[in-house]
């Protein structure tokens, strides 16, 4: 067997049988490697947002349904009236703005059931709002990762790539082999940035529309309440 085909057999028993991520990684330019592990941090925060929304919006749904259904299975028309605004359901803190408002305004001495009914509704209607801000506030960090990770990996990429092409000058060998290793880190680059976004934007379009669910689910309550409170002003 000649030297040739000995070193050609060698190569070959060398050459990577599949890609290798850590190997992919370590191999990396400097510049390279810490957009991977900006990208891999933001990927953990996300899926930490992820699950912990998850719980929260499930139990402020489920906390609101149950006071709800305690609030009108109450006997008589005057579950409102009864409820003490303890409740810490965003149901109950919709119901408990409205009902704080009522007092402050009895508390006057010329009692004006108009400019109260507006004061109610004003009341309720900056609660349901700040539900709605207190459970959204942290999707804006998917919203961003959704679409600023792509390019933070496509940078990535371009840098990749510069260095393969420094590579080619400095070594003044064009050979695929040289190319080849600088590309598929700068590539995997960008991967990582898909995998950083894809869950974040998915999971941002999902969260929102169940924010907006309880939103509305929030202000037919405080309607519902605002309806029953103006009855009983009006009943005296």
């Known amino acids: 067997m000649t030297d040739l085909a000995i070193l050609s057999a060698a190569a070959a028993a ?44 499930r139990s402020a749904r489920r906390r609101s349904a149950a006071y709800e259904a305690t609030l009108w299975n109450r006997p008589g028309d005057s579950g409102v009236e009864d409820d003490k605004g303890r409740d810490t359901s965003p149901a109950g803190r919709v119901v408990a703005a409205g009902l704080e408002e009522l007092r402050l305004s009895s ?70 082999a040289v190319v080849a290793p600088g590309i598929s880190e700068a590539l995997f680059a960008t991967a990582i940035g898909l995998f950083a976004a894809i869950p974040a934007v998915i999971a941002y379009n999902r969260f929102s529309q169940q924010v907006n669910v309880l939103e509305g689910r929030l202000q037919r309550l405080a309607d519902k309440v605002h309806a029953q409170l103006s009855r009983q002003m009006d009943a005296g």
């Not at 490697?33 to 719980?55: D, E, H, N, Y």
């Open 14 to 57: 060398a050459a990577p049988t599949r890609l290798d991520p850590v190997k992919l990684f370590l191999d990396a330019d400097i510049v390279v490697q810490l957009v991977m592990v900006g990208l891999l941090l933001a990927s953990v925060w996300v899926w930490m947002i992820v699950i912990s929304f998850s719980v929260r919006i």
């Open 107 to 176: 508390k006057a001495k010329t009692f004006d059931a108009d400019g109260t009914r507006e004061r109610i509704a004003s009341a309720m209607e900056s609660q349901v709002a700040a539900e709605a801000d207190g459970l959204s506030e942290r999707l804006n960090f998917l919203a961003t990762v959704g679409s600023v990770a792509p390019f933070v990996g496509l940078f990535g990429t371009v840098w990749g790539i510069m260095n393969s092409f420094f590579q080619i000058g400095s070594q003044q060998n064009s050979s695929l």
